[in-house]
Nanobody, 119 residues
């Protein structure tokens, strides 16, 4: 059974940092690109960043460039999202998604972790 489990969310003050993790099991992790999405309260889910299978290509949305860093450790089946200089508008549920490089039918989501940026 495939599972993606996010962790690391919480309450942080503006300007603070958090490190999210997405731990995968039940799949060949190195065959999957992984993305982080976020869904602010009352808003649509949006793509935040994507990392390819070997981590050679990483893309970010403009609003997080220079503040967020996405990385992966395939030996640990884990992807990390380091979030620095957090702003109130970063408040959202953060979810990770894994997509197999050969078939988008093999797509899996985690349950999400809440990030709240507030003073």
């Amino acid at each position: 059974q495939v599972q993606l489990v996010e962790s690391g969310g919480g309450l942080v003050q503006p300007g603070g940092s958090l490190r999210l993790s997405c731990a995968a099991s039940g799949l060949t992790f190195s065959s999957y690109a992984v993305s982080w999405y976020r869904q602010p309260p009352g808003k649509e889910r949006e793509l935040v960043a994507t990392i390819t299978r070997a981590g050679l290509t990483i893309n970010y949305i403009d609003s997080v460039k220079g503040r967020f860093t996405l990385s992966r450790d395939n030996a640990k089946n884990t992807v990390y999202l380091q979030m620095n200089s957090l702003k109130s508008e970063d408040t959202a549920v953060y979810l990770c998604k894994a997509v197999h490089f050969r078939s988008t039918l093999q797509t899996y989501w985690g349950q999400g972790t809440q990030v709240t940026v507030s003073s």
